[in-house]
């Protein structure tokens, strides 16, 4: 029957025939229009969805980042409050000793009999862990001291070079720590690697 139809409307000539056949065209474009959208709203929603993914990611780096910095810092910063705890013992000692020193008794000096110069039993010990102290607040762990006894003592006295070997981040660092009477003025490691220009 339809087949038949077909060739009547075509017969008749009247515009329904061609009306029709303009709106099927017009609903067929629509719907490819439509198709077309709904496909690049998923791409867009498939990247937005990877993006908010990545952004995810980095925010619970950084969390984690935030939290193994905030550990370090507190212990640099207890090594640093030991470093200032130890000078202001020398502080004290420095005091008590210029409190020591000769008085003046009606016009006449009495001065403290001439000691030689030698360190407290312990000067070697307390250098010793000033320079891990120093070296633990600068980062370094396995901090080994190369020199001899007799140069941490010197040390405590006078002005000594004393030569340490650490480790930081998995690298070991060679370097000199300088020492002026128990006092770490200066510390300067060195990698073992030299970086490219």
């Known amino acids: 029957m339809l087949a038949t139809a077909a060739p009547l409307l075509i017969a008749a000539g009247d515009g329904s025939f061609w009306a029709v056949s303009v709106l099927v065209v017009v609903a067929v474009f629509g719907i490819v229009v439509l198709l077309r959208i709904l496909a690049r709203?998923?791409?867009?929603?498939?990247?937005?969805?990877?993006?908010?993914?990545?952004?995810?990611?980095?925010?619970?780096?950084?969390?984690k980042l935030e939290a193994e910095r905030s550990d370090i810092d507190l212990r640099r910063t207890e090594h640093v409050l030991i470093d200032i705890r130890n000078g202001l013992k020398g502080l004290e000692d420095a005091v008590?000793?210029?409190a020591s020193r000769p008085?003046?008794?009606?016009r006449e000096i009495v001065t403290a009999p001439d000691a030689p110069a030698e360190p407290p039993p312990d000067a070697a010990d307390i250098v010793?862990?000033?320079?891990?102290?120093?070296?633990?607040?600068?980062?370094?762990d396995r901090?080994?001291?190369?020199?001899?006894?007799?140069?941490?003592?010197?040390?405590?006295?006078?002005?000594a070079e004393?030569?340490?070997?650490?480790?930081?981040?998995?690298?070991?660092?060679?370097?000199?720590?300088?020492?002026?009477?128990?006092?770490?003025?200066?510390?300067?490691?060195?990698?073992?690697?030299?970086?490219?220009?």
């Open 41 to 63: 709203l998923a791409s867009m929603e498939a990247s937005v969805g990877a993006s908010n993914e990545l952004l995810e990611g980095l925010a619970a780096r950084l969390k």
């Open 162 to 197: 004393i030569p340490v070997e650490a480790r930081r981040n998995g690298v070991v660092h060679k370097g000199r720590c300088i020492v002026e009477k128990g006092r770490v003025l200066d510390v300067r490691m060195d990698p073992p690697y030299r970086l490219f220009p």
């Open 128 to 140: 010793g862990e000033r320079l891990h102290n120093r070296l633990a607040a600068l980062g370094y």
């Open 103 to 106: 008085t003046v008794v009606e």
């Open 96 to 98: 008590i000793e210029a």
């Open 143 to 159: 901090v080994q001291l190369l020199g001899e006894h007799d140069l941490y003592e010197m040390a405590a006295l006078g002005r």
